[in-house]
């Protein structure tokens, strides 16, 4: 067991609503002591900044282009950042010099795998000045480097999770974490800890911009609106039927490969209600490409809270005879699993160890990677940026 290191993880997913903030104490491997968390959400003039943002990034041919509103944007989204580490001190009586690292996602303004181009916004050097704590930042781009798809990047913390759920006799294996957020994926975890992932397809934000446009709202909250309505089976079948579900070879996502209904497919109540079971179905037929049946799913992510979704999952799991629990069932939060995600994949890129594996990513190997911001002037320059150029 290596040192434990205090860090903390923040995250802004594809939703877009906000920052997660976790701490963590790891070694980066097996031991994984879970902190307070919290989450601070964006105010609709930027959320409408962000997404302006991944307009300007069409373009982006480069990852270090920062075409349009791209520059100022992540300056801003930074500084957004370090107010919500500052806060989340304050709030928990933590002092700076007690964090050893933060573990920053950005925000992913462009995936495109096939392209081996991904770009996150967001400044470590900056985060690292404002907040006084050494930052790891950047963490998908080696995966691409040596032939991956850039995500997803969880499962390294999921197998950690699984590991610690298995000893207790808390699950039966396999298991299989799934994530609903902006876009759904899956971790599988074998009784041997052998792992698979990969995205399996829409989450939430098919609902999210559905409902947006139609009601006006960000997101159908608790299910109300699909609760509503009935599912339209040609719609269904017209997303279902996507090819990206039958593939051979499994590819990571970006919110814009499925595009919402038109209005004229379905009315508001039972577009939300089709969706739903979309995200639900989804994730059962991507489900068929793991190495094995898994006998209970762990469900992570803001679509636990759709209880829509959760229904359609349960039923499916049923058919499928499988278990469907909530991470909050098992004494975790499926709110902050992937903020302290990346505070766990922090710490391993500090050490060197892989936060990607052929298994998940594609890769050809399993890497490391990330880049390091520290406090101390001159570290970078003595240190490297890529734990590759690490002494």
Same mark, same amino acid.
């Given at each position: 067991m290596g040192k434990l290191l205090t860090a903390i993880g923040l995250m802004s997913g594809t939703s877009m609503d906000g920052i997660d903030v976790a701490l963590l104490g790891t070694d980066g491997e097996n031991v994984v002591e879970r902190g307070p968390s919290a989450g601070y959400a964006y105010d609709a003039r930027f959320r409408a900044r962000l997404k302006q943002g991944l307009e300007d990034a069409r373009s982006i041919t480069a990852r270090t282009e920062r075409p349009g509103t791209l520059a100022q944007l992540e300056r801003d989204l930074t500084l957004r950042h370090a107010e919500a580490v500052r806060a989340f001190l304050r709030e928990n009586n933590l002092l700076p010099e007690s964090i050893d690292v933060i573990g920053f996602h950005g925000q992913t303004v462009l995936h495109r795998p096939d392209e081996g181009l991904t770009v996150q916004i967001g400044d470590g050097d900056l985060l690292a000045r404002e907040t006084h704590i050494d930052v790891v930042y950047d963490m998908r781009a080696n995966d691409m480097v040596h032939g991956g798809q850039g995500a997803p990047l969880i499962p390294a913390y999921h197998a950690a999770l699984a590991h610690g759920?298995?000893?207790?006799?808390? &699950? %039966?294996? +396999?298991?299989?974490?799934?994530? &609903?957020? !902006?876009?759904?994926?899956? *971790?599988?975890?074998?009784?041997?800890?052998?792992?698979?992932?990969?995205?399996?397809? +829409?989450?939430?934000?098919?609902? %999210?911009?559905?409902?947006?446009?139609?009601?006006?709202?960000?997101?159908?909250? !608790?299910?109300?609106?699909?609760? /509503?309505?009935?599912?339209?089976?040609?719609?269904? %079948?017209?997303?279902?039927?996507? +090819?990206?579900?039958?593939?051979?070879?499994?590819?990571?996502? %970006?919110?814009?490969?499925?595009? +919402?209904?038109?209005?004229?497919?379905?009315?508001?109540? #039972?577009?939300?209600?089709?969706?739903?079971?979309?995200?639900?179905?989804?994730?059962?037929?991507?489900?068929?490409?793991?190495?094995?049946?898994?006998?209970?799913?762990?469900?992570?992510? !803001?679509?636990?809270?759709?209880?829509? &979704?959760?229904?359609?999952? *349960?039923?499916?799991? #049923? *058919?499928?005879?499988?278990?469907?629990? *909530?991470? /909050?069932?098992?004494e975790l939060n499926g709110d902050s699993m992937e903020a302290e995600a990346w505070a766990y994949l922090a710490v391993r890129s500090l050490r060197g160890l892989p936060l990607t594996y052929p298994e998940t990513t594609g890769v050809d190997r399993p890497v490391s990677g990330g880049r390091f911001a520290s406090t101390v002037a001159d570290a970078e320059a003595d240190q490297g940026t890529r734990h590759g150029e690490r002494p």
């Open positions: 759920l298995s000893e207790k006799r808390e &699950i %039966d294996a +396999p298991v299989v974490f799934v994530n &609903i957020g !902006g876009i759904s994926n899956l *971790t599988f975890v074998g009784a041997d800890r052998r792992i698979a992932a990969y995205d399996s397809g +829409p989450g939430n934000t098919l609902i %999210d911009q559905w409902v947006e446009a139609h009601a006006g709202v960000p997101y159908d909250q !608790g299910g109300m609106i699909a609760s /509503e309505g009935a599912i339209v089976p040609e719609l269904a %079948d017209r997303y279902l039927s996507h +090819p990206f579900f039958t593939a051979e070879k499994r590819r990571s996502l %970006d919110r814009n490969d499925f595009a +919402p209904p038109s209005g004229a497919d379905a009315g508001l109540e #039972d577009g939300a209600r089709t969706l739903a079971y979309v995200t639900a179905a989804a994730i059962f037929k991507s489900a068929g490409h793991l190495p094995e049946a898994p006998a209970t799913y762990v469900i992570c992510g !803001g679509g636990r809270l759709n209880p829509v &979704i959760m229904k359609d999952l *349960t039923t499916l799991a #049923d *058919t499928a005879h499988g278990r469907v629990l *909530t991470a /909050e069932a098992l």
